[in-house]
């Protein structure tokens, strides 16, 4: 019995490797189509004879139930099986990147990239928990959350590079249908290489919690994107963020009262993880606001045509690769929270160099040396902000320790765009007076950069004041405690 047992476990030990390719490829699809239409938008709207507040939906309605569903789906992968619910999650976004592939009408693009956010919403979290419990020691688990950090953030980059390489020279159906053979490959192979896990104790899903924390997320993320398109004063976004509040606070008080909470709140105190999430949600409104502006700033000022625009990110990916490849060796030399500090620092400085990027500047000298700065310190960054963030985690509760981190990127996201895009429109328009569109456009991109960096460098204060002394996550006292 004892050498069945050992030869069982020596088998799964051996399948992590091919199981984490595996993983780490679905998380590169997911994260690569939260922006992979941006440099596509201007053909689906002349394809599809969308309107401009229409058009904006192709970007939000994924945003929406990707960011809005994590919470849910996160719990239910502990309670059902990650496994499931991940290859569940994976079938729907396949299905869903089908018909937004073969749609001809813009309803049907709005409802598959919906459907495509709510399959990415089930996939993406079961994945890290699989990832978590795979590999469970501290330095394997650091090198394993590098790889999978690092192939995210080159998913974001991606998704630009490869949406204006396809939309320039084939079609824009084609960024969506590429996601077929990665989904149909993870559906066979992985049930053959990861065992199913789910929570010990059989518990019931808390259904009141589940409405309330979904629909406190889905009405924060739309009021957020209303704000960006609309203003603050707006009803239609300010309507949406009073609910939001009022949900999150009824989401609060039903959770202190339950016995089987969705998210139980020593979960969310736990200070080695709260940290850590607090400090992603301003890195990620840091780096997707960055991703936007500096898009738009190549292609409107700097006058980069959408293919060119995309490939003016591969040294991003680059940055990010060798971040990535640092920051599990700091992690277990260093420790954690020093790797951190340096990381949001890197990307801070970078963040400084972009902002005083002008027109009449070359790419070799003006763009590339803050990209490069900014993204090494992006790869840095991910993987600990992920070891950190799923400290202490276990079989009962990895799915949800994973929604919790990938809300706040999502959420972080949302905010970033909505806030410092306005902030960059407001200061652009209140210069354009003068006559110099370059100028007032350089001014507004300027002024919300900056802002990024000064949210990065709040991020590293933050850590450096609030983290732990802890070589690792694992190692901090905190962790070591167990949890009510």
């Given at each position: ?9 020596a088998?799964?030990?051996?399948r992590r ?5 595996v993983l ?12 992979v239409?941006s440099?596509?938008?201007?053909t ?16 939000n ?14 719990r ?8 499931r ?21 813009p309803?049907q ?6 459907v495509?956010?709510a399959?990415?919403?089930m ?9 978590a ?19 995210a953030?080159?998913g974001?980059?991606?998704g630009?590079v490869?949406?204006?390489?396809l939309t ?7 960024i ?10 993870a ?14 104790r059989?518990?019931?899903?808390d ?7 979904t ?17 603050w004063?707006?009803?239609?976004a300010?309507?949406p ?5 009022f949900?999150?606070?009824?989401f609060?008080?039903?959770?202190s ?8 709140l020593s ?13 992603t949600?301003?890195?990620s409104a ?20 959408p293919?060119a ?29 020093p790797?951190?500090?340096?990381g949001f620092?890197a ?8 902002s005083?990027v002008?027109?009449s ?18 790869g ?14 276990t ?5 949800l ?7 706040g ?12 895009v306005a902030l ?6 209140a ?5 110099d ?17 000064v949210?990065l ?25 167990p949890?009510g």
């Amino acid at each position: 019995m004892t050498s069945l047992t050992t030869a069982a476990t020596a088998k799964a030990v051996g399948r992590r490797g091919p199981a984490l390719v595996v993983l780490c490829f679905v998380q590169f699809m997911l994260v690569l189509d939260d922006n992979v239409v941006s440099v596509a938008l201007p053909t689906l709207r002349d394809d599809l004879g969308f309107s401009t507040a229409g058009l904006a939906w192709v970007v939000n309605a994924y945003f929406l139930a990707f960011g809005g569903l994590l919470l849910l789906f996160g719990r239910m992968a502990d309670l059902l099986g990650r496994r499931r619910v991940f290859l569940t999650g994976v079938a729907l976004f396949g299905t869903a990147s089908l018909v937004c592939g073969l749609a001809q009408e813009p309803w049907q693009l709005v409802g598959g990239r919906f459907v495509q956010g709510a399959g990415a919403a089930m996939a993406s979290p079961a994945a890290l928990a699989l990832i978590a419990l795979l590999f469970p020691g501290t330095e394997e688990r650091a090198k394993a959350f590098g790889l999978w950090g690092g192939i995210a953030g080159l998913g974001g980059t991606a998704g630009l590079v490869i949406s204006g390489a396809l939309t320039g020279l084939a079609s824009w159906r084609w960024i969506f249908l590429i996601n077929l053979p990665v989904a149909l490959a993870a559906l066979v192979l992985l049930p053959r290489l990861v065992p199913e896990s789910r929570a010990e104790r059989a518990v019931r899903l808390d259904v009141p919690g589940a409405v309330l924390g979904t629909g406190a997320l889905v009405a924060l993320v739309y009021g957020l994107l209303r704000a960006g398109e609309t203003g603050w004063g707006d009803t239609t976004a300010v309507g949406p963020l009073v609910l939001a509040v009022f949900l999150a606070v009824a989401f609060l008080v039903v959770e202190s009262r339950t016995a089987e909470p969705l998210v139980p709140l020593s979960f969310l105190s736990f200070r080695f993880r709260a940290v850590a999430n607090g400090a992603t949600l301003l890195f990620s409104a840091a780096m997707y606001a960055m991703a936007f502006l500096m898009m738009l700033h190549l292609q409107t000022v700097l006058g980069y045509r959408p293919l060119a625009a995309g490939l003016a990110y591969l040294p991003y990916g680059g940055g990010i690769l060798a971040g990535m490849w640092l920051s599990s060796r700091a992690v277990i030399r260093l420790g954690m929270r020093p790797t951190l500090v340096i990381g949001f620092l890197a990307s801070a400085a970078g963040l400084l160099l972009l902002s005083g990027v002008a027109p009449s500047d070359g790419y070799a000298s003006g763009v590339l040396p803050g990209m490069l700065l900014t993204s090494l310190g992006c790869g840095l960054s991910l993987p600990a902000l992920t070891v950190a963030a799923l400290t202490g985690t276990t079989e009962e509760d990895a799915g949800l320790g994973s929604a919790v981190l990938s809300s706040g990127q999502q959420v972080g996201g949302a905010v970033g765009v909505a806030v410092l895009v306005a902030l960059a429109t407001r200061r652009s328009e209140a210069l354009a007076a003068d006559g110099d569109a370059a100028h007032a456009a350089t001014e507004g991109f300027s002024l919300a950069l900056t802002v990024t960096a000064v949210l990065l460098a709040l991020g590293a204060v933050l850590i450096a004041a609030l983290l732990g002394s802890g070589r690792s996550g694992d190692s901090c006292p905190e962790a070591r405690r167990p949890r009510g």
